[in-house]
């Protein structure tokens, strides 16, 4: 497609459900980017794929957070047990990743999934 | 870890005049710096950016500026627009990385 996708758009959990959020890359964009946006805050680091290597999992809030990328396109970010403090709008961005000579290039941000934990 | 902090929260200002948004970052070795617009339920979307190399860059109504020495960098945007009005976001990276760190937000308001 034209520019990152995911689905749901929106998402209503119960709390304790788990939940599995997608989201479709730019063809041929190997960096994939998993941001979580509390309600008036900035998007904040939850986990980085270069095509299927999960390179990055440092902001994953806890083991009930769990993103995979078997094939290096779809990514899927999955939440266990959901809690309250889980809702947010989940951010999936993807990028072409640096090249030899260093240069960053832009990340394209999908239109996000909001979970509302209930 | 990069911190980055972002001023003022929100921003009003009257079509045509001109607002700014000013950021700081606390690691040295960050040297992307890319200005995001989100809109209401939408993702954001990058508008500008700036590396490290390189003091101001312009597109149009949209400026950068970067200071290294004292660790911040402002958006400059001219001769604003209703269309304007939005919530804007600066980030820092370090680019081997691409990870971006955001600051909270300034929610620009452009009362015509």
């Known amino acids: 497609g034209a520019g990152v996708s995911q689905s749901p758009r929106y998402k209503v959990a119960k709390r304790g459900q788990d939940v599995a959020l997608r989201c479709d890359p730019i063809?041929?964009?190997?960096?994939l980017f998993w941001y979580q946006q509390a309600l008036g805050q900035g998007p904040e680091f939850l986990t980085y794929?270069?095509?299927?290597?999960?390179?990055?999992k440092s902001g994953l809030p806890s083991d009930r957070f769990f993103a995979e990328r078997p094939e290096g396109s779809v990514s899927t970010l999955k939440i266990q047990r959901t809690q309250q403090e889980d809702s947010a709008v989940y951010l999936c961005?993807?990028?072409?990743?640096?090249?030899?000579?260093?240069?960053?290039?832009?990340?394209?941000f999908g239109q996000g999934t909001r979970l509302t934990v209930v | 870890g990069e911190n980055v902090e972002q001023h003022p929260s929100t921003l009003s200002v009257q079509e045509g005049d001109s607002a700014v948004i000013k950021c700081t970052y606390s690691?040295?070795?960050?040297?992307?710096f890319p200005w995001y617009k989100q809109e209401l339920g939408k993702g954001p979307q990058l508008i500008i950016d700036?590396?490290?190399?390189?003091g101001e860059k312009k597109d149009q109504r949209i400026a950068v500026t970067l200071n290294k020495t004292a660790k911040h960098f402002s958006l400059h945007i001219t001769e604003t627009q209703p269309e304007d009005s939005a919530v804007y976001f600066c980030?820092?990276?370090?680019?081997?990385?691409?990870?971006?760190?955001f600051g909270a937000g300034t929610i620009l308001r452009v009362k015509s």
């Open positions: 961005a993807s990028s072409i990743p640096p090249s030899g000579t260093g240069r960053a290039t832009e990340a394209f």
């Open positions: 063809s041929g964009h190997v960096s």
């Open positions: 794929f270069q095509n299927e290597a999960q390179l990055d």
């Open positions: 690691d040295s070795a960050s040297n992307y």
């Open positions: 700036i590396r490290s190399n390189v």
């Open positions: 980030a820092a990276s370090k680019v081997w990385r691409g990870k971006l760190v």
